[in-house]
């Protein structure tokens, strides 16, 4: 199972980046995905996930409304679109495959994780 995050880097305030997690090793298709992120000093936070057909998503309350998490299955890709970026959403961020078809909101829930990609928002 490999999990490869990309797409982070530095953005200015407002700013938006889309992030993918590319996975290979399994079958894609069988698995909720989530979104994870560590800021500077703090514990790893959960930010989206999405079940197996990507018909059920979850955000955490800090990013609802300004992120959105979608998958697909064909390309055995997991995507992280956010907007409205602030400087609080500075972190490395994570992708993980759950245990089971739906996401989960902790970190035990998942197996295997990805290496992150670091995303700063800065002016």
């Known amino acids: 199972v490999q999990l490869q995050a990309s797409g982070g880097g530095l953005v200015q305030p407002g700013g938006s980046l889309r992030l993918s997690c590319a996975a290979s090793?399994?079958?894609?298709?069988?698995?909720?995905m989530g979104w994870f992120r560590q800021p500077p000093g703090k514990e790893r936070e959960f930010v989206a996930g999405?079940?197996?057909?990507?018909?059920?998503?979850n955000y955490a309350d800090s990013v609802k409304g300004r992120c959105t998490v979608s998958r697909d299955n064909a390309k055995n890709t997991v995507y992280l679109q956010m907007d409205s970026l602030k400087p609080e959403d500075t972190a490395v961020y994570y992708c993980?495959?759950?245990?089971?078809?739906?996401?989960?909101?902790?970190?035990?829930?998942?197996?295997?994780w990805g290496q992150g990609t670091q995303v700063t928002v800065s002016s």
């Open positions: 993980a495959r759950s245990f089971g078809v739906m996401w989960a909101a902790r970190p035990s829930g998942y197996d295997y």
């Open positions: 999405t079940s197996r057909s990507g018909g059920s998503t």
């Open positions: 090793g399994f079958t894609f298709s069988s698995y909720g």
